[in-house]
């Protein structure tokens, strides 16, 4: 447990106290049960028998049970239309093109967006009148008006609502997003900034031999998560989280190995399997300056993307952190997949939610194509 008095100092000396207000999640309701998407995949008929075997090894590897989709397709669901992205008849995984796939992004991510930032609202003793900024993030489809117009509009937020998009950042936007946040409020401490992350990863499912497609396919899934940040402090006797540094680095290594791009069939990621090893020999030097106001052995929670579990692992390994550190994102990867920027966001909130005898660092750590490594120190305080 952090002492009351280290916690105060490590604020930074300019502009006032930042606070995160309440954390909001959402999930499309079509679930996906590992074991079973793995054996549909493994006999699609563009896999050969060398590939069937990597996914499925790949897919038992993965410490997931389920994840979410907004294909209801995947769920059994057909449309008037006949089917598009896959069809049950034949449990085949079809091959639309990015206009299709991005059209079903149009479609569908709005509903998450606002699903994600109504409940981060209601967590609050906020209301929309309040709202002064909203910041998107996504990287897995793009349209305009964008998701930011769009929430002004169906939130009832006023029409002089600053708007933001951060796009194609990957996993770790939710941390630039943060970041312009923070500053928002440190500007103008009545500032009222809605962030919401949405990513619908699964749009983008392919089946293919290579390692890349292998372990996107058993990885990424759909899922929005939003934050209200505040310059004003919560009501007296309530809760307190206080967002008390940012920062951000590259890796030496990794540029080649962590990329999304747009294809014709989608989106494609390249995700190496050196990404874990480079993350492992790159965090000890980078997380301290990271953090900058404290070492790893004073942060009492971790709220660290699960890009999947050997990230995890290679992360534990180089931090010297406990089994119990990473157990909610281990959890969170176990329940949902990888939903990209979203992901931390739904560590956070698990953790938040957890109870607190007294004030508590929590440290939040992301990955991102560069190899980029975001960071966040966050102070606790339960409510008197």
Request: charged share 20%; net charge negative; with cysteine.
């Amino acid at each position: 447990m952090a002492d009351p008095a280290t916690v105060d100092a490590s604020r930074p000396a300019t502009g006032g106290a930042v606070h995160l207000r309440s954390v909001g999640t959402a999930v499309p309701v079509t679930v996906l049960e590992q074991a079973a998407f793995r054996d549909v995949l493994a006999e699609q008929p563009g896999l050969s028998r060398l590939g069937a075997r990597r996914l499925r090894a790949v897919f038992d590897a993965s410490a997931i049970d389920t994840r979410h989709t907004v294909l209801g397709e995947l769920g059994g669901a057909t449309g008037p239309g006949g089917p598009v992205h896959y069809d049950t008849r034949t449990s085949t995984v079809l091959t639309p093109s990015t206009g299709v796939r991005n059209a079903a992004y149009a479609r569908e991510a709005p509903g998450l967006f606002l699903a994600a930032a109504k409940e981060a609202l209601s967590g609050s003793d906020l209301v929309p009148d309040d709202v002064t900024h909203v910041v998107t993030v996504s990287c897995t489809g793009f349209f305009a008006p964008g998701p930011d117009y769009l929430l002004v509009r169906q939130l009832g937020l006023p029409v002089t609502t600053q708007r933001f998009h951060l796009g194609f950042m990957g996993c770790y936007g939710a941390f630039p997003a943060l970041r312009l946040a923070d500053a928002v409020c440190r500007v103008d401490p009545e500032a009222v900034v809605l962030v919401v992350c949405a990513e619908l990863c699964s749009l983008h499912l392919h089946v293919a031999d290579d390692v890349d497609t292998v372990l996107s396919s058993s990885l990424f899934a759909d899922g929005a998560a939003a934050v209200v940040v505040t310059g004003r402090a919560p009501a007296p006797g309530a809760p307190v989280v206080t967002l008390d540094a940012l920062g951000t680095t590259l890796s030496d290594d990794g540029e080649e190995d962590m990329a999304w791009t747009i294809g014709d069939q989608g989106f494609d990621m390249v995700l190496s399997r050196h990404v874990p090893r480079i993350l492992g020999s790159s965090l000890p030097a980078a997380v301290p300056s990271l953090l900058g106001l404290v070492r790893p052995d004073e942060v009492d929670r971790w709220a660290v993307h699960p890009g999947g579990r050997s990230v995890l692992d290679h992360v534990q390994t180089a931090l010297g952190l406990a089994d119990e550190d990473l157990a909610p994102s281990r959890d969170v990867l176990r329940r949902y997949g990888n939903m990209s920027s979203p992901t931390v966001l739904f560590v956070l909130a698990d953790l938040l939610r957890q109870p607190a005898t007294g004030p508590e660092r929590i440290a939040a750590l992301a990955f991102g194509p560069g190899l980029t490594v975001e960071s966040a120190l966050l102070t606790r305080r339960p409510a008197a």
